[in-house]
């Protein structure tokens, strides 16, 4: 039995009165939006309310779906503990999600569990769904940093437990649109703000889930919004069938946007295997990515997969190597992408080996296996990734930041022993304020030390 419906719902803690006192009129329209949903919900009689929260326990390359029994929260971090929770999970469906998952050798499961008890973002909406019906069980999903490709597959694993358990189960995506819409807002305005909630709305209403890929990440960070990749897990567990969307409210009064959908599915629909079309779109765009790379990029490619697939290094530079690759020396930088996402990005200030082809080599290896933010690159991965290659002029020393330009100049900032690099041109860094904060920070540089700037350029190669 496929999931019977699905919602798209915020999580803001002032819509429960006890916490509100009050303020919660403000957005009467979604409190009467989220009372629809929830008659929906208690008419249609789940045995398992799933629910996808921004503010569970969440990982950069894992997904986090909570073990165990059941679990207790309250609203006491909102000087509201009298209003609590006590949850029984679907412990079956989490098993058979989690052995899904498992045999695809999929990141997801109930390891790392850092805290047990209910967030806001799964009891609010709880709050009222357990005011017009107190059956079912739950399962309760975290989000991760891994690309929304991998979210949407995670929607997949689950509407395919649901069916192998014949569960009766709803969807529940929680999560607020953007923070950023008004100046009055506790954080302040945007200019993203109001675009992300026009087209997210606009995308959902027509459960256009297609389209929830084009959403860039960094488009995403500056509206402040945190529900997409919620959204998206939701898009996935309905991928494949038609869908019935209606929107029954967005509000933005607070500076915070609350929007809420329902989603009622249909029968099956091969137009509707989104993911699929993504994928192929994706595969089209680095086929002509590649038939397009310079040599500077070639050779990382080629190094890069000739490591992951053989664990073998290139030690001579090919045939087709540029005479500067072969003989001057420089400092090279490799960055990795996957899906729009960073996905390993080493390199070095200055020159460390003999010729820049050398050092291109060297830096692509350890771009994709020993960046310590990251896991190493699977062979599955590779057909994937779009690579970077920016080869660095000598730094030199300059007096101020008025010597900088963020689109021209990478930045060094140096304090003693530490020291902080960024490249330049680099997406979502827009001032040279941002620019030196983000190399102190990588350099473990705290803000008052006394540091020394440089500059270099780069010769990007894509």
């Known amino acids: 039995m496929p999931i019977l ?13 006890e916490v509100g006192k009050g303020s919660e009129q403000q957005i009467r329209e979604t409190i009467r939006a989220y009372e629809q949903a929830a008659d929906e919900i208690a008419a249609l009689q789940p045995e398992t309310i799933i629910i996808s929260s921004p503010h569970s326990v969440m990982y950069s390359d894992y997904f986090h779906i909570s073990p165990g029994k059941k679990a207790s929260g309250d609203f006491g971090a909102f000087r509201a503990r009298s209003v609590s929770f006590t949850e029984e999970y679907d412990e079956p469906l989490v098993r058979e999600i989690c052995d899904i998952a498992e045999a695809r050798g999929f990141p997801a499961g109930t390891m790392g569990e850092r805290d047990r008890h209910l967030d806001h973002g799964t009891m609010v909406p709880l709050y009222f769904i357990r005011q017009k019906y107190r059956g079912g069980r739950i399962v309760r999903i975290g989000l991760s940093g891994l690309p929304l490709t991998k979210h949407y597959e995670l929607g997949q694993i689950v509407r395919r437990a649901v069916e192998s358990t014949g569960r009766k189960a709803v969807y529940i995506a929680s999560g607020d649109l953007s923070h950023k819409l008004q100046s009055y807002g506790p954080y302040g305005f945007a200019p993203e703000g109001p675009e ?33 990749r919620s959204f998206v897990i939701m898009a996935g567990a309905l991928d494949g069938l038609e869908v019935e969307a209606k929107q029954l409210s967005h ?27 993504h994928l192929k779109e994706q595969e089209a765009r680095m086929n002509g990515l590649r038939k397009k790379e310079d040599a500077y990029v070639r050779l990382a490619r080629q190094t890069i997969e000739g490591y992951i697939r053989d664990r073998q290094t290139l030690t001579a530079l090919p045939d087709w190597a540029t005479d500067e690759m ?37 830096n692509a290896v350890s771009a994709a296996v020993r960046d310590p933010r990251f896991d190493p690159i699977r062979e599955d991965e590779l057909p994937w990734l779009e690579i970077h290659v920016d080869v660095l002029t000598a730094p030199e020393r300059i007096s101020g930041k008025d010597q900088l330009d963020v689109k021209k100049y990478g930045v060094i900032v140096t304090s003693g022993a530490k020291r902080g690099l960024l490249l330049p041109d680099l997406e979502g860094v827009d001032s040279v304020d941002q620019q030196v904060a983000i190399a102190m920070r990588k350099g473990g540089i705290n803000a008052g030390d006394p540091v020394t700037l440089e500059r270099f350029e780069v010769i990007r190669h894509t």
């Open 196 to 228: 992300y909630d026009r087209r997210i709305m606009d995308v959902c209403s027509r459960a256009a889930f297609g389209e929830l890929f084009d959403f860039d990440e960094n488009f995403c960070d500056k509206a402040a919004e945190c529900g997409h």
């Open 5 to 17: 419906a699905a919602y798209m719902v915020p999580h803001p803690p002032m819509i429960v009165p």
């Open 326 to 362: 072969k003989s001057e020396r420089a400092g090279v930088f490799v960055s990795i992408h996957e899906h729009g996402q960073l996905r390993g990005c080493i390199g070095t200030i200055l020159p460390t080996r003999d010729c820049i082809g050398h050092e291109i080599i060297g």
């Open 251 to 277: 509000e933005d009064v607070t500076g915070v946007g609350y929007g809420i959908c329902t989603f009622r599915p249909g029968g099956e629909s091969e137009a509707r295997r989104f993911l699929d079309r």
